[in-house]
Each structure stands twice: as structure tokens, then as C-alpha cells.
């Protein structure tokens, strides 16, 4: 295989304005995701569908990704150029969502979610591998063009709230539809790298070795059962916030807010962080996760649920810089393609299994059902913590 010319301390010249085009990729399939997340729950709740079956449309979807996205992923490293699978899952995207204006029952309406998530979870993985390559190859900023996801993540919250509290739960598809149009369009602009010199994380064949690293994968799942503690949140935090009485506009700058938060964090990270055992930050992330979810039902105001979402910080980002640095001591460069993948089945399986159950708590119990999202919390610092008592001295 070649080498990889960036890692020995050459620098390629990089295609015209890489990480403009990168950073409009990343600007263009998060609009998208800004629109999906906080508001589709709400859209599926306006069809009067039960609330576990909002939890199976859901969950259902994240347990059909772990499946398909590693052989997209797989097909786009095999690709004349990335970009080219990225255009073409992006125009897909648009065609299924479409079916969603005039498919009509539940079963119905569940193939075509399942379909939905074939095409559109590449999405991110492609244009996150084609800036990945960008760093090795051309020393582009990461992080500066990684920022762009996220702006347009907070500013698809923003309008998207604001549009849904004026114009009701039906705006929620026109709004995704738009999202998807512009997904396509930053899509014939991302620049052209052709083929990687090492897989994709989801690509790489290399999960198969690293399960026999028993504490290594016990930790892995700790952290990933801390993330999947967020599946309320994700499934069902916009539906209760407008059952509290809050508007749409509301419920889109606290979305927003949980983004800042994290954005902060991760730009601070290095200061904040960078000398603490990895232990103790997954430790005190799933800590802050635990009490957040305890906390949430208690409704004292928008002020407080803006409080909340602060913590996002801590129960999702220091978790995730947590869980990247653990992937760095345990495990070899060679591998790393593989730990990210085996962190992403992970993550995603316990993220779905808990989104079934929130489902569940939530038809049944209502807000009070995010305490149970506070002991899953608890449950992936145990495991996290058994893990790392299985290493030896």
C-alpha cells in the first residue's frame, strides 16, 4: 500500500479551496440532520401514532445502519472518489423522503424510514472520511472545518423551530425535504480526493482482532451505554418540551443550546481535559449524564431546561473525547480505523436498544421516564469501570 506522503512530512498540493468545499459539506448534510433529529419525533406524533411505535420508527432505523453503512462505507472506499457516493445517497435521500407526503399506515410509513436511513446515514461518514484525508494529506484544520456541521446543526434548530411553532408539525417534511436539496447540492461541491490510502473506520475489516482485547471492548461499551443514555433525549425531549407548553421556537434554541455547549467544550478540550485520566473523564461525563437525566422531568421554567442542556458538555462531548483517547492508548494506528468502527456498531446498538425501551417509558410514564435514562447512565460507568479492573497490573 502507498504511504501515506502527509504522515512522513510531505505536504500534497490540496484541490482547489479544500476546506471551503469540505466545510460546505459538512454545512450542507447537517441542515439536514438540524431538521431530523429535534423534529421528525415531533411530525411522527402529529400522524396520533403511539409512543412506542415513535420509539420502533426510531430505533429500528440505527439498528439498520450498523448494517448498512460499513458496506456503503466499504463501497466508497472502493470508488473512483468518495464524493461521487456521496452525491448519489444524497439525491436517494431526497426521492425516499419524498415517499414520506404519501405513504399511510404504520408498517408502510416503517419501510420507508428504514429506507430513509440506508441512504442518508452515509452522509456524514463520507464527508468526515473525505476531510480526514484532507488533514493526512494537506494538514487542513479538522476541527475549523468540522465547525460547519455544527453551525448549521444550531441554525436548522433555530428556523426549524421557529417555522414549526407558526406553522404546526406539518412543516416538519418540507422543512426535511429542503435539508435533503441542500444536502445534494453541497454534495457536487465537496472536493474531489479519490481513493483513500488507508479504510474508513466503517470500511476497515479489522473489528474481528480487537474483540479478543476483552477489557478493551468491556470499557468500549461502557461508553458507549453512557451515550445511548441520551436516546430520550434524541426521541422524545421535543415532544415533552410541547406537551410543557413550550413553543416551537423555544424547544429550537434549547436544541441549539445543547450544540453550543458542545462546541465549547470540544474547543476548550486540550486546556480543560488534556491531563486527566481517561478513567476519571468518562467517569465524571457519565456522572454529569446521570444527573442530567435525573434532573430533567423537574420543570422549573425554560431558564432551568436551558441549564440542562448545558450539561450536554459534559454527558455527551467530554464522553466522547474520552472514549477518542482510550481508542489512542489501546489501541495501534493500524488499528485505529477498526476501534472507531467497533465504536460506531457499539454506540449505535446500544443507542437504538435504548431508544425501543424509551419508547416504551415514555407511553407509559411520560417525562418521569428520563429518570430511567440517568441508571443506563450508571450502568456504562460499571461497565466502563469493570473493564478497566480486567487489565492487568
Not at 111 to 119: G, K, N, P, S
Not at 217 to 223: A, D, E, Q, S, Y
Not at 363 to 389: E, N, P, Q, W, Y
Amino acid at each position: 500500500m502507498q504511504g501515506d506522503k502527509a504522515s512522513s512530512g510531505a505536504i500534497e498540493t490540496a484541490p482547489p479551496a479544500f476546506a471551503l468545499r469540505a466545510g460546505v459539506g459538512f454545512f450542507g448534510t447537517f441542515l439536514a440532520f438540524g431538521i431530523m433529529l429535534p423534529y421528525f419525533p415531533v411530525w411522527l406524533k402529529s400522524l396520533s401514532l403511539e409512543d412506542w411505535q415513535i420509539g420502533l420508527l426510531l430505533s429500528l432505523p440505527m439498528f439498520v445502519r450498523i448494517l448498512t453503512t460499513p458496506l456503503i462505507a466499504a463501497y466508497a472506499d472502493r470508488a473512483a472518489d468518495r464524493a461521487h457516493v456521496l452525491i448519489l445517497t444524497a439525491f436517494l435521500s431526497i426521492l425516499v423522503t419524498a415517499l414520506l407526503f404519501v405513504v399511510d399506515g404504520f408498517w408502510m410509513l416503517l419501510i420507508v424510514v428504514l429506507a430513509q436511513a440506508i441512504v442518508v446515514a452515509p452522509h456524514v461518514v463520507i464527508i468526515d472520511s473525505i476531510t480526514i484525508t484532507g488533514v493526512r494529506r494537506y494538514r487542513t484544520d479538522y476541527a475549523r472545518v468540522r465547525l460547519w456541521g455544527s453551525v448549521a446543526f444550531v441554525v436548522a434548530n433555530v428556523i426549524g423551530g421557529y417555522v414549526i411553532a407558526r406553522q404546526g408539525a406539518g412543516a416538519v417534511l418540507p422543512l426535511l425535504i429542503l435539508g435533503q436539496i441542500t444536502t445534494f447540492g453541497a454534495a457536487l461541491m465537496v472536493p474531489r480526493v479519490g481513493r483513500p490510502r488507508r479504510p474508513s473506520a466503517l470500511a476497515s475489516g479489522t473489528q474481528a482482532g480487537l474483540l479478543a482485547n476483552r477489557p478493551f471492548v468491556v470499557m468500549l461499551i461502557g461508553g458507549a451505554t453512557i451515550h445511548a443514555s441520551h436516546a430520550m433525549l434524541y426521541g422524545f425531549s421535543a415532544i415533552y418540551w410541547g406537551q410543557l407548553g413550550y413553543s416551537g421556537t423555544v424547544i429550537g434554541a434549547l436544541w441549539a443550546t445543547g450544540v453550543v455547549a458542545e462546541v465549547a467544550l470540544f474547543q476548550v478540550s486540550r486546556r480543560l481535559i488534556g491531563h486527566i485520566d481517561v478513567t476519571r473523564i468518562i467517569v465524571v461525563g457519565g456522572l454529569i449524564a446521570a444527573l442530567r437525566w435525573a434532573l430533567f422531568p423537574i420543570d422549573l421554567g425554560a431558564g432551568w431546561y436551558f441549564a440542562m442542556q448545558l450539561l450536554h458538555a459534559g454527558s455527551f462531548s467530554v464522553v466522547f473525547l474520552g472514549m477518542q483517547r482510550l481508542i489512542v492508548m489501546h489501541v495501534g494506528e493500524e488499528k485505529e480505523a477498526g476501534a472507531q468502527g467497533l465504536f460506531f456498531m457499539a454506540s449505535g446498538a446500544t443507542m437504538a436498544t435504548a431508544m425501543v425501551l424509551s419508547g416504551y417509558l415514555f407511553d407509559r410514564f411520560g417525562g418521569t421516564a428520563f429518570v430511567a435514562m440517568a441508571l443506563l447512565a450508571l450502568i456504562g460507568i460499571a461497565c466502563h469501570l469493570a473493564g478497566r479492573s480486567m487489565q492487568r497490573p
